[in-house]
């Protein structure tokens, strides 16, 4: 029994997990998704058009189940750790999500780790359910294949933080800037991507969500397999004092491209006007195959050579405050999409990120408003005070006992 409001540890998680490892059928799916909470399964229960959200019936056909409203985010961000240390075994990362070529040999315990398409916070709510509605036929398929074979399972559905934060009644009297610092700390789910020369850390990468669409249908989700699986090649990056390279390299990374090559160029120079040397993220290769290179220039991402770098969102829309502008044809075949991106691609002092500059400006909208509606009112008030000085009394006045009082008009 869950208690409302009762947010289950990283220890209640394992034990409650227990039954998976002592069963006999130790078959295990982890779908695994950026972004979800138990109100979404009611918020996005009706359907829009062909769009029919959580539609399988795995937890009505299932002869055991057991729902968790709230799990702390540190407890998913290890449970597939937990997963791999509880058990040998045979670990299969489904990254094309082509469940037709899954093959499963039910003689070993098999752990699927399925990482699902990601719901992206910047999207409008109908695309956030078209994501979701994906997902959903995702494990319908990966649920059939498995059942059609005749392999029982288990499957985990969960994420890596929650979707909706609701507000918390004992830290509503505190300062927001301290919320904000305590989110901060928790969204980082995994360690940063280290490329290292010898014992010294050159280049450190993170991001919670590394995503590429190609030709605007074939999704790329690359967030696994570079910070969870680390299933990337960093070999050929390169590290100097001025120039920097982040190259990452991925197998088969879905149907129909056989190899893929991300390149972050980066340089540092020094500029007499700041008197100091600042970084900059010059530009980003993705090269398929060997062969078709789409090149992009980055806008907006600079920071002086002893920070790094911070950015919510990057990517190529044009609503991004860091944006990867196409140079080429090809590159305009390609959108990017990363989340909470950071980067530094030098000074790194005990292999951790220095101090970040985001690419959020001091001076907001909000603020440019404030400070204009004030600059008006004040103006008002101004105006206001002048004419009211202007005014003047009279100096003299009429005695009803004696003559009129005679006014010229020149007074």
């Given amino acids: 029994a869950v208690h409302e409001g009762q947010v289950v540890s990283a220890q209640e998680l394992t034990v409650l997990l227990q039954p998976l490892f002592t069963q006999n059928s ?13 109100d979404d399964f009611t918020y996005f229960s009706e359907s829009y058009g062909n769009k029919k959200p959580f539609q399988n019936e795995i937890l009505q056909s299932s002869p055991s189940s057991l729902v968790l409203p709230a799990v702390d985010c540190k407890a998913t961000r290890s449970l597939l750790s937990v997963l791999q240390e509880s058990g040998d075994w045979k670990l299969t990362n489904v990254t ?30 109908i695309s956030t359910l078209e994501a979701i509605a994906e997902n959903d036929k995702i494990i319908g398929r990966v649920t059939m294949d498995l059942q059609e074979q005749g392999i029982p399972f288990s499957v985990i559905y969960t994420a890596m933080r929650p979707s909706r934060i609701s507000r918390r009644t004992d830290v509503v009297s505190e300062l927001r800037r301290q919320l904000m610092a305590t989110e901060e700390e928790d969204s980082l789910s995994y360690p940063p991507l280290n490329v290292t020369t010898g014992n010294n850390s050159c280049i450190l990468f ?19 397999a570079t ?38 160029l980066m340089t540092s120079k020094f500029y007499e006007v700041s008197a100091r040397k600042w ?53 305009k075949n390609w959108d990017v999409f990363i989340s909470e991106l950071q980067i530094q691609g030098f000074n790194i002092i005990n292999n951790q990120f220095s101090y970040a500059s985001d690419c959020t400006g001091f001076f907001t909208s909000g ?18 005070i002048h004419m009211i000085m202007q ?15 005679s006014v010229p008009q020149t007074e």
């Avoid at 299933?231 to 100097?240: I, L, P, Y």
């Avoid at 990057?314 to 590159?331: F, H, I, M, Q, W």
């Avoid at 005014?391 to 009082?405: E, M, Q, S, V």
Wanted: glycine share 4%; charged share 15%; aromatic share 8%.
């Fill in 279 to 331: 970084f900059t993220l010059v530009s980003v290769e993705i090269v398929q195959d060997g062969v078709k290179s789409a090149q992009f220039d980055v806008s907006g991402i600079s920071a002086p050579a002893e920070y790094s770098f911070h950015c919510q969102l990057v990517g190529t829309s044009n609503r991004y405050p860091a944006r990867l502008v196409p140079s080429n044809d090809e590159a």
């Fill in 227 to 264: 910070f969870l699986a680390e299933n990337v090649d960093v070999s050929t990056s390169e590290c100097s004092d001025s120039n920097t390279t982040l190259s990452l390299k991925y197998t088969k990374p879905v149907n129909g491209i056989n190899s893929l090559e991300i390149r972050f």
């Fill in 96 to 125: 094309n999500l082509n469940v037709s070529q899954l093959e499963v040999n039910a003689s070993n315990p098999n752990l699927l780790v399925v990482q699902l398409q990601p719901l992206a916070s910047d999207l409008r709510e």
């Fill in 206 to 224: 993170y991001a919670s969500n590394f995503s590429l669409k190609a030709s605007s249908s074939v999704l790329i989700d690359l967030t696994n």
């Fill in 26 to 38: 130790r078959n295990l799916v982890l779908f695994l998704q950026d972004r979800l909470s138990v």
């Fill in 391 to 405: 005014l003047t009394t009279n100096n003299r006045f009429d005695d009803p006992k004696g003559p009129a009082l």
């Fill in 367 to 384: 603020i440019w408003m404030g400070l204009v509606t004030s600059i008006i009112l004040l103006w008002i008030l101004t105006y206001g």
